[in-house]
């Protein structure tokens, strides 16, 4: 659906991006996972668009997606950000039924009012649908944001750590919805620092370190005890739970 | 969602009985008392339909039609473009402090004004001096837009201390402007400092009238987009905006809102500032209908303001700039404190 092919970013003058190739496929989960600052959201931004990639190509169903249109573009994937603020106090209803703007005049716009109640529902939010988003705690926030991104429906889906702000519970949630939508033909990319959360529930890992694509495969081949311990430079075991691959730091007693 | 509709439904009722008592009391105060019923008669006369009511003293129509229909009918377009403005500052700046008189947009305008006063420019005929009020105002809405705005938002500091800014140069541009000014040109320039409707005439209010009313349109169609625009440049960028042509297509629309209010009535701070917040606070704050409820909100204001300004002082017309800062100083306090007792203040 979307593919990369030999990308580069400069950014003032630095490369925090180079080389890198990668496919999104529709129905899988595809996490990026990676150190601090080794480009995992910069290649989310190249890959949904928002940035034009300084060398190399992005394309989405063969066309080059800095030639889509904006408004076209938003019915074909959406993005979740690290970062969620609104400034106004709009009710979290409102703010999810943004989610669907893309969709004004055409037919699918009939499916608005399902569309918002089915991601407040899937969101766990709808007791706090009255509530002004600028109440809400962090947590709530978050998914609310996650909710106006279910509601715009679109066949490819960027999350940027969907789960930095929640609690354990709404963390299984946010990753279940995820693999729920590339079983019904998505394609979700989704950018997470928990490894074994990544492990458990994506189909691919791509793991990037130092602006380069270290690694793309399954949870399997990807963590290795060489491998991880090499790119995020600390001791570690890994384990295995359900078949996936659970990574635990070592931790001595002090 | 409920609530905000039923309080939606009680703020028209409520602005329909301010703005039509408004009106009609505006109609008949003044030096020469009208009663509502020749104001009534005679506006039903004035539309085709001949009743008993329309008074036949000549006096009493020429002072409707000629002093008073007019001033109103000013009142009405400066509030709702004043109003409109700065509904859409705040959107574009995602601040609800941004208003055209406080971050200098207004003096930018009077600046722009006086320079064609002082310095006799006709070159564009009668509008010249409006042109300039224009000019003077997009400038300063680009120069307050470039400075104060990082990664897509504004800080309230920031945003206030580029107010600061802009209001200290324009004043300072206008206190040169007066002191090589001839006499006549000192006191066109005071009078805009000042603002006032005092005047006004059925042309220039049908200018502010036309302007007005598309520049409302155009921001009632543009509501939806404003909405998105809450939830960030990059958000709204991903639903499909296309933000930077927003931006700029709405500072062309500030200035041309608040340069045609200035440039026929001078400095009149605050209503941008007071209405929208005032109707955020009562139906929330969805642009499109928050828009329309502030031009219908800032016309009812404007008029009020107005009718006090001609008659808190028997045989004195005070400059409304004047009374509207006295209301709209106390307000902006108001909202600093209870933004400090909310989450501690803004910065």
């Not at chain 2, 001033?71 to 402090?97: E, T």
């Not at chain 2, 004004?113 to 310095?119: D, K, L, P």
């Not at chain 2, 007005?212 to 155009?218: H, K, L």
């Not at chain 2, 006090?308 to 709209?328: E, H, K, N, Q, Y």
Request: glycine share 12%.
């Amino acid at each position: 659906m979307i593919r990369a092919e030999g990308v580069g970013v400069d950014l003032g003058g630095t490369t925090v991006l180079s080389d890198v190739t990668l496919d999104v496929i529709p129905g899988e989960v595809l996490a990026l996972v990676g150190p601090n600052g080794a480009g995992k959201s910069t290649l989310l931004g190249v890959l949904s668009g928002e940035h034009p990639p300084t060398r190399g190509s992005v394309t989405l169903d063969g066309r080059p997606i800095a030639r889509i249109r904006s408004g076209e573009l938003a019915r074909l994937r959406s993005v979740l950000t690290q970062e969620n603020t609104v400034s106004f106090p709009f009710l979290v209803s409102e703010v999810v039924a943004m989610g669907r703007s893309p969709w004004a005049r055409t037919e699918e716009s009939r499916d608005d009012v399902d569309a918002v109640s089915a991601a407040l529902a899937a969101a766990d939010i709808t007791h706090l649908a009255d509530r002004r988003y600028t109440q809400l705690s962090g947590g709530e926030r978050a998914r609310v944001a996650f909710a106006r991104v279910l509601a715009q429906r679109t066949p490819v889906i960027f999350l940027d750590e969907p789960t930095a702000a929640l609690d354990l519970r709404h963390q299984e949630d946010v990753m279940r919805e995820a693999r729920r939508l590339a079983a019904a033909g998505a394609a979700v990319v989704v950018v997470l620092h928990d490894l074994s959360l990544a492990s458990a529930y994506a189909d691919r890992l791509a793991l990037v370190a130092s602006g380069r694509l270290d690694v793309a495969g399954t949870p399997a081949e990807v963590l290795t005890q060489e491998r991880v311990e090499r790119v995020y430079d600390v001791p570690v075991q890994l384990h295995v739970v359900g078949g996936r691959p659970v990574v635990v730091p070592v931790r001595t007693a002090t | 969602m409920t609530g905000r509709a039923a309080r939606a439904g009680v703020l028209s009722v409520v602005l329909a009985v301010v703005l039509v008592g408004g009106i009609v009391l505006s109609a008949v105060t003044g030096q020469l008392a009208i009663s509502p019923g020749e104001v009534v008669g005679s506006v039903l006369r004035g539309v085709g339909i001949p009743n008993q009511w329309a008074p036949d003293d000549r006096i009493i129509e020429s002072t409707l039609w000629v002093v008073r229909f007019p001033r109103i009918a000013m009142a009405l377009a400066v509030g709702a473009a004043l109003a409109v403005a700065g509904a859409v500052m705040q959107a574009i700046f995602g601040n609800p402090l941004a208003e055209p008189g406080v971050v200098g947009v207004s003096a930018g305008g009077a600046f722009g004004a006086s320079i064609a006063i002082v310095f006799g420019l006709t070159a564009l005929g009668t509008g010249t001096v409006a042109v300039f009020a224009f000019a003077g105002g997009l400038a300063a809405t680009l120069l307050v837009y470039f400075v104060s705005r990082a990664n897509g938002r504004t800080e309230v500091v920031t945003l206030l201390l580029t107010g600061i800014a802009v209001n200290a140069f324009a004043g300072a541009g206008l206190a040169f402007l007066i002191f090589v000014a001839d006499s006549g040109s000192r006191e066109q320039i005071v009078f805009w400092q000042l603002g006032s409707l005092n005047g006004s005439l059925w042309p220039e209010a049908g200018i502010v009238a036309v302007v007005t009313a598309i520049g409302t349109i155009v921001a009632i169609t543009l509501g939806r987009r404003y909405d998105l625009l809450a939830l960030g440049e990059r958000n709204a960028r991903h639903l499909g905006v296309n933000v930077e042509a927003l931006r700029i297509g709405s500072i062309v629309l500030v200035a041309l809102l608040t340069g045609v209010a200035v440039a026929f009535c001078g400095i009149i701070a605050f209503v941008g500032l007071v209405v929208p917040h005032v109707i955020r606070m009562a139906i929330g704050p969805a642009h499109r209908a928050l828009i329309v409820a502030s031009a219908v909100g800032g016309g009812a204001l404007m008029v009020l303001s107005d009718l006090l300004a001609r008659s808190l002082v028997a045989g004195s017309d005070l400059p409304i700039g004047l009374l509207t800062s006295l209301i709209g100083g106390p307000f902006f306090f108001y909202l600093l404190f209870r933004q400090r007792s909310k989450s501690g203040g803004w910065a």
